[in-house]
Structure formats: C-alpha cells, structure tokens
C-alpha cells in the first residue's frame, strides 16, 4: 500500500474499559482514500468501538488513530466539530428527528453548517433525487419504510459532503430488495469519490460487493481479504505511520513532541495568552451567563462552533439538561433571524 493514499490508520489500538473488559486489542489496519470495504464479525467484537473511537466519542487506552494525518486522540477539542463535518456516519439506530420531515432533517442539518437557504434547497432536493426519494420528502420518519428510513438516513449523512462515509448496519431487518437499494446507492457514493465503509453481518452484501472485508473477533483484527464474507487472510502485523502528522490546518505540522495538537512554539504561544481577554461572538452574549462560560473556557468562541457541538460534546462540557434547552432556543432564534436576513 502506498503511504500518501492512506486516509485512516488504525496501528496498534486498544481500548480497556477495565483490566476484565478489552473491547479492542492492538488493532492495526489502514484504508485508502476512495476504497470501499467492509468491518465485519459477530456482535461483541469491537466494531461499534471502533467506530466511536474514529469519531471521537471514546479515546483509545493506547496506540495510534490517523485520519488524514489527524492525530485523532489528540485532536483539541474545540476542532472536534471540524473535524466531524469530514465524516459521514449513519448509524443503527439511525437518528433521524421524528418531528421534522424527511426534507427538514436534511435542511437541518445544512442549517446546522451555516448554508444559504438556496444552497440548502438545491442540496437537499439532490440528495433527495440521489437516493430516490424525492416523493417522500414531506413525509415524516414514521411515515416511511425501513428502506426509506435508511436511505433518508444516508441522504443526511452526506448533507455535509464528507471525505469517509461510515454505515453501521445499513440493511439490518431490511428485505433484500431494499438491501439491494441501499448497496447500490452506497456504491455510486464511492464511485464519486468518497470512501466508504459497511459495518454488518449482511453475508449476501458482501459477498456481491466483493470488495475488502476485515474481519473482527474478541477486539482483535483476525483476518484482511477481498471477495467473499467468509474468506479469511491473516492481516499485516503492523502497519507502517508517518510521524508527521497535520491537525486540520495543513501549515502546522508536528511530531511525537505533539500535545493536544500544538507545536512547542503553539505551547508557549498559547500560555502567554491565557490571561488574555477571551474573543467571542458576540451574538453569544444572550445566552446564559453559566452556558457562556462553560463554552468560552472550551475555546468555543464563535456561532459556527456552537452549532456544530453533538450531544457527546455537551455531555463533556457538562451542559445540563436545563441548559440544553436554554442552548436549543437560542440556536433555533438565532438561525430564524439569519434565515430572514
């Protein structure tokens, strides 16, 4: 494998919930920019992990994740929105909001990204065309079949238009003709250009698909082949990093002396400054003075930022349930007024 193709880098990963409990156990594997491959093995074996892990909702007890030469665990947490606007996940349980239409969870989640309102219409009515469903756009999640429910779920994953596209069981309890829908849709995703991977047990997907399939059992990587669900090859024992890494801004390059993502000149840059008055927008100042503060001393300092947070980055700023409802109708106020301008 050619290094400057590789988009992900898993090398040598493990994650201990407790001395009993290894979800993941030095995993290494790589994928390649425009690949398409599948994460397969039974429930248990650490898929769901790894996929947390990417999108940095956990952090690994050891190892190395790369994305795009992200240095992932050491990615600051206020460029965590950044960098998830990259991914593209769907996820199981799909998480579709059950109030809004199917055309208002795409416009949604474009409002969230801070698009014009002719570039959000445009958006949506071609995604809406690329996973067939433009009829259904003004039904409402339960309105829908489960195909439906999985296409309208991969149409607002790509909202955002993301270099690696994640599905995580996109045809469990699914018909084949609807499974057969949602293969040939993810397909013409990765002919476009964005790379893609399957997390499932669908043996009949994969098997058609013949592509890469990586196989996990017990948090450990036991087999890396192409073509059928059931081939096995021993994977590669370790899988070979650049130790330049780039975080976000591809001028600031660093090494192993990496900490929380600054260089040593960003380090003492970034101490001298800390008595400094913070820089906000100013929009913020009528949010609660408490939700400010929480936000401001995460380096969340801007409108764009805000709109961005996932429930996972609330739950670390401690934003209580009070004060999420607080946060809601300030974001909801805020984007109606810039929608009228």
Avoid: C, W
């Amino acid at each position: 494998m050619e290094q400057e193709t590789a988009m992900i880098i898993f090398d040598k990963v493990t994650k201990k919930y407790s001395e009993k409990i290894v979800a993941l156990e030095d995993v290494s594997f790589s994928l390649n920019k425009g690949e398409f491959s599948f994460l397969v093995g039974p429930s248990g074996a650490g898929k769901t992990t790894l996929l947390r892990l990417l999108i940095r909702e956990e952090l690994p007890t050891s190892g190395a994740i790369l994305f795009d030469k992200i240095d992932v665990p050491k990615l600051p947490n206020k460029l965590l929105p950044k960098y998830r606007q990259r991914l593209g996940v769907v996820f199981q349980n799909l998480r579709l909001l059950e109030s809004k239409t199917l055309g208002e969870n795409i416009q949604f989640a474009l409002e969230i990204l801070g698009k014009q309102e002719k570039e959000i219409k445009e958006t949506t009515d071609y995604l809406l065309e690329l996973v067939k469903l433009q009829d259904r756009k003004d039904l409402f999640p339960a309105q829908l079949s489960g195909g439906e429910q999985q296409r309208g779920a991969i149409a607002r994953a790509l909202a955002n238009n993301p270099d690696f596209l994640v599905a995580d069981e996109p045809t469990g309890n699914l018909d084949p003709e609807s499974s057969f829908q949602i293969l040939d849709i993810l397909n013409s995703i990765n002919r476009a250009g964005t790379t893609v991977m399957v997390i499932t047990h669908d043996r009949e997907m994969v098997n058609k698909m013949n592509n890469r399939v990586i196989r996990m059992e017990e948090g450990k990587v036991i087999s890396d082949s192409k073509g059928s669900y059931d081939a096995i090859k021993k994977p590669k024992s370790k899988v070979v990093i650049e130790r330049e890494i780039t975080i976000l801004d591809p001028n600031i390059k660093i090494g192993d002396e990496a900490n929380e993502g600054l260089t040593k000149k960003n380090i003492k840059d970034s101490k001298s400054k800390k008595e400094e008055k913070k820089e906000y927008d100013k929009d913020m100042d009528s949010l609660d003075e408490s939700i400010k503060k929480k936000l401001l001393d995460a380096q969340i300092t801007s409108i764009d930022l805000i709109l961005n947070l996932t429930d996972e980055d609330l739950d670390n700023l401690n934003i209580k349930d009070t004060e999420r409802e607080n946060l809601e109708d300030f974001l909801s106020e805020y984007l109606n007024k810039k929608q009228k301008k």
